[in-house]
């Protein structure tokens, strides 16, 4: 599987980014997938996650503020992120994770496949 990310960019605190991912393959609408996040020098932690049945879950600090959703038409997971602050920023990546489940993991290693990234900068 390979997963190509993009919609990053810099925004003003306060604004807002969509990020997509797009998936290879013809089995995606199977998939879980999820958005990590991680700033420079610090470890890749959990954003949001959507498994096949659009069950979905958030990380703390982002719920409320950000969307996942997915569409499966054209293997293409979203983020939404509103309300940005300089906390959100960092690089994002998304990872499938090709194993069923309730919810979407929240660890890292819990995924077999990443993205390459895309870099999300918030100036205050």
Request: with cysteine; hydrophobic share 35%; glycine share 12%.
């Amino acid at each position: 599987v390979q997963l190509q990310a993009s919609g990053g960019g810099p925004v003003q605190a306060g604004g807002s980014l969509r990020l997509a991912c797009v998936a290879s393959g013809d089995s995606f609408s199977d998939y879980t997938m999820g958005w990590f996040r991680q700033p420079p020098g610090k470890e890749r932690d959990f954003v949001a996650g959507i498994n096949r049945d659009k069950v979905t879950k958030y990380a703390d600090s982002v719920k409320g503020r950000f969307t996942v959703s997915r569409d499966n038409s054209k293997n293409t997971v979203y983020l939404q992120m509103n309300s940005l602050t300089p906390d959100d920023a960092a690089v994002y990546f998304c990872g499938v994770d090709l194993l069923v489940g309730i919810l979407p993991p929240t660890k890292a290693y819990e995924y077999h496949y990443w993205g390459q990234g895309t870099q999300v900068t918030v100036s205050s």
